[in-house]
């Protein structure tokens, strides 16, 4: 049995969106393990799309971008991780042509600790995480029926959730900009470093609560804006 939109559906499989829908007995429970790695001399951009895998970024003292796709899911058709380098840009990408799986994959890539020119990572259904030992100068992160969480350091922000939460915290070594944007989801903001933030919220249907003290050397121009969510600011 499938339930959609509070409606129950019978058979066995269906087509959303034009991708088709299994229950967990229908699919084949298989382990992933696959890593793929490039050399991070030329690369200044990287772009990440993952659709139902959850991604985690981090720093590392290795030379190279490496993603590590690993799991276990119920599926019923092949799963790809893709690397493809073109100029100065590597885009790494999660695919699958088969039916939807249930089940739990993460894809965990590593960075040197070197600053990137852009990070962008785009997910549905699943979550993206950044540690503080991320560096980019633009950071870009996007997600529907997911979670963001991030304490990576960067100058330029666009973070948007749709059903989703969203956790920043910021130790600035610079001024910054940044532009949050959920449907649905719960901004938490925490700013270290910032002795002035230039604070633009706006909560169609929840509280915005800001209790930043100034400190640090650094400036901050920040707009936030929910609907049905609320706002906290540190």
């Known amino acids: 049995m499938i339930i959609i939109n509070g409606k129950i559906i019978s058979g066995n499989h269906v087509t959303i969106n034009g991708r088709g829908v299994v229950e967990p007995s229908i699919g084949e429970s298989k382990t992933f393990d696959e890593k793929k790695s490039e050399n991070a001399d030329k690369i200044e951009k990287i772009k990440i799309n993952s659709e139902s895998v959850n991604i985690h970024i981090s720093g590392s003292n290795s030379s190279k971008v490496t993603a590590h796709l690993h799991g276990k899911a119920t599926v019923d058709g092949p799963f790809y991780l893709d690397f493809e380098l073109s100029n100065s840009e590597l885009k790494i990408t999660v695919r699958y042509t088969g039916n939807y799986y249930r089940g739990g994959l993460s894809l965990d890539i590593t960075v040197p600790y070197k600053i990137f ?78 002795s002035d933030i230039n604070l633009n919220t706006e909560s169609i249907s929840g509280k915005v609560r800001n209790i930043h003290k100034p400190q640090g050397r650094y400036t901050a121009d920040v707009k936030i804006s929910t609907i049905s969510g609320s706002i906290s600011i540190r």
């Open 117 to 194: 020119k852009v990070i962008f990572a785009k997910t549905i259904s699943a979550s993206i995480t950044l540690d503080d030992t991320v560096s980019t100068n633009f950071l870009k992160l996007k997600t529907t029926s997911g979670s963001i969480n991030t304490s990576s350091e960067f100058s330029t922000s666009i973070i948007s959730s749709i059903s989703g939460t969203v956790e920043l915290f910021i130790n600035a070594r610079q001024n910054i900009t940044t532009n949050i944007s959920t449907v649905s989801g719960y901004v938490s903001a925490e700013f270290n470093n910032i």
